[in-house]
Structures are given as C-alpha cells and as structure tokens.
C-alpha cells in the first residue's frame, strides 16, 4: 500500500500552508523545529494533526511507538536499517508524489525518547535522502529537499491517550492534505492494534 510521503494524510484537522519563498536571514530548514529558509526552488509547507484516541497510553504506544511497523498508518516498510528505537535507523516506504508517481523513500529516526512511568514517547525523524529530484507528468522536475517529523504520543487520562503528528517540508509543489483517510486510518490502527484497544 502507498501512502502520500509529503504530509502522511491519515489524521483529521491537517492542513498544508505554503509560505512565501522570500530570502531572508534565516537558518536553512533542518531537524531543529524553528523559522528557517528553504532552498531555491522550493517553500515551506506545514501540518500538524492530531487525536484523541478513546484507548489506553499503553496501548497506542505498542501500536504506534516501533518506528519500523508502520501498518498502522497504511503502509509497511520494504526495507528496514538499524534498531527501531535508536537514532540512525532507517525505514524505505513507497511513497507517491502529487502528479509524479510513485518512488522509495528514506526515512531515518532521529530521537525516540520514551516518556517517565510508560506514559507515552516523543519522536523524531526526518526524509534521509535529500535533495530528492522528480519528473512530474506536466514536464516539469520536482524538487524535494526535505521533511521533518515530530510525533507526541502522551496519557490525558485512563483511556484517553493524545497524539500530535507536525511536519514540515521544504518542496517545489503545493500539497494539500485530507481528512478523507481518516476513517481508513482508525480501521488501519484496529487491524493492528492488540485484542484488548479499543479504537473509535
């Protein structure tokens, strides 16, 4: 199964900006969450999604936590490197890019930091294989010169457990993002969650 790489569009309330391109003082964009510039050709793009899933921060952390299974949000690894709770794994997804087709991509971890007492975890990863250049179907080359993830996964209460997933990206096309996956997504975390979490 294939997932859109740009902004993973399985979660609700997810949006896609694009800011001006306008050189500036910034810093370039990397894995360190603040203003910063692009490269040429490219512009910022940002989401941030969340849930509230009616299920044990137990639960949820078994299903979504392991940065290798990824069946949860609809697609699998073909190919995996390193330990999947230590910085420098690496993890190779299908992804599909908005009128180009469909092309590996690295992803690689750069934090995974469990929370005190099995509250949860906080991670970090971004795209490894930049800058990441593409044919779109209009004649036009494509440019992908990164991404960048963070997740927060913690307990807000006995069965209650909150995830945020932000991203952003420095890339030549605007994606936007849907909320039409989103009941695909909770059917997606059921199949692969254990007997006792209940979802949705």
Known sequence: MLFPIAFLSFLFSAFALPHGSKRSNLPACDATWRKCSCPSGTFFQTSTSWIIY????????????????????????????????????????MGELPNAGVYPFTEELTMYQPLPNNQGYHMKFQM??????????????????????????????P?????????????????????????????NLRQTSKPSMRVG
Request: negative net charge.
């Open 128 to 157: 490894g294989d930049t800058p990441f250049y593409f044919n779109t179907t209009c004649g036009k080359q494509g440019h992908l010169a990164g991404t960048w993830d963070w997740v927060d996964v913690h307990s807000v209460g």
């Open 159 to 187: 069965q209650k457990t909150y995830m945020m997933w932000g991203i952003y990206a420095c890339f030549s096309i605007v994606y936007g993002i849907s909320s039409d996956s989103f009941p695909g997504f909770f059917a």
């Open 54 to 93: 009616p299920a044990a921060v137990e639960d949820v952390t078994a299903a979504t936590g392991n940065f290798f299974e990824t069946a949860w949000f609809g697609t699998s690894p073909s190919q995996i490197l390193g330990e999947p709770y230590t910085p420098g794994a690496k993890r190779i997804l």
